[in-house]
């Protein structure tokens, strides 16, 4: 068995494989390198068993997405920790070994997120994952260094390493054995929250997930599907709301979805003021979907304990209304929740 294999998924990336592939072949000696490729119809394929002979290739029957995607490719690994790493991130000199030192040192410790820093502005924090993830009480996750559209310029403010809630799937490593006893993601959810839904899965087993600073990579983000994207703005609300319904402890598992299908109306009325109708309709046609298929996601609810899962009880109050935009900000304040 191997000690760490990095699996990039891939679906008509090749002029990102051309481009991020050198850093990850130079700086991961220590590990045994994979393209997991999603039925792509470019030639991203035969671009790699030519010029990246050194790298495996596990070609999946179809487009599975993110999800199904990493779930088919992983049975053909065998190796004590996964990095999934997105095509569209750059890696650095030693980024695995602080990682392998964490696991190696804390047992308990089942997912590690570095450092992820935009590559287009290598100062700042990158949107998604930044330093290490949480959600509120309602499901809307945020980060260290980006909370919605506010994202922080990196000074060293996030370099303490720290449990988190969730990490960031753009570069996600996780221990074989705990992917495993999960059944990995969710197949249904495509792209997007699945690894919060994940990560919120490996918590009620109790065991921890860190943030890493000494780890940094760079992340392009949106090289798939851009913020403007408004399927991306259906999958992050339906699969958020399935996530709820999933993991939520029984006792306040009404209340809570109450609350957040109305502040949905309102990020619905929002997008709407702002004349961005495709995206109105995307949390609409979320909502349908999940209505329809409430019945199936409920059938899935593993037992949880009633522990306290969230930080903030509403991070949409603190940032539009109380106007805190950093998490230093909230994390200094009465509004953050010490658990």
Known sequence: ???????????????????????????????????ADNASTDDSVSFIKQHFPEIQ????????????????????????????????????????????????????????????LDFKKKDYF????????????YGFPFCRGRIFDTVEKDQGQYD???????????????????????????????????????CWRVNNLNFDIQYNPLSTV?????????????KKTYLN????????????????IFGTLFVRLILDGIAGIRFL?????KHFWAIIKAHFFFYWYLIKYCNKRTITKNHAYFNVKSIVFIYFLKKMTTFKEIFNSKEYIKT
Not at 3 to 27: D, H, M, Y
Not at 58 to 83: M, P, R, T, V
Not at 171 to 192: E, K, V
């Open 126 to 137: 990158e949107y998604a994952g930044a330093a290490g993830g949480f959600i509120d009480k």
């Open 160 to 198: 303490d390493s720290c449990k988190i809630f969730w990490a960031s799937g753009a570069c996600f490593f996780i221990r074989s054995t705990i992917y495993n006893q999960l059944n990995g993601f969710d197949n249904s959810f495509f792209a997007h929250q699945e690894e919060i839904d994940l």
């Open 1 to 35: 068995m191997n000690t760490i294999a990095v699996v990039i998924l891939n679906w008509n990336g090749k002029q990102l494989l051309e481009q991020f592939l050198p850093s990850i072949i130079a700086f991961s000696p220590e590990a045994t390198l994979y393209v």
């Open 237 to 252: 609300f339906r699969n958020s709301l399935f996530m709820l319904v999933k993991n939520l402890p029984l006792n306040i």
């Open 57 to 116: 290739i596990i070609q999946n029957s179809g487009n599975f997405g993110f999800a199904k995607g990493y779930n088919e490719a992983l049975k053909h690994i065998d190796a004590e920790i996964f990095a999934l790493v997105n095509s569209d991130i750059e890696v650095t000199e030693n980024w695995l070994n602080p990682i392998l030192e964490n696991f190696k040192n804390e047992p308990n410790t089942a997912i590690i997120q570095p450092k992820i």
């Open 273 to 277: 003021s702002q004349f961005k109708f």
């Open 218 to 230: 760079y992340h392009v983000g949106g090289a798939t599907l851009n913020e403007e994207n408004a």
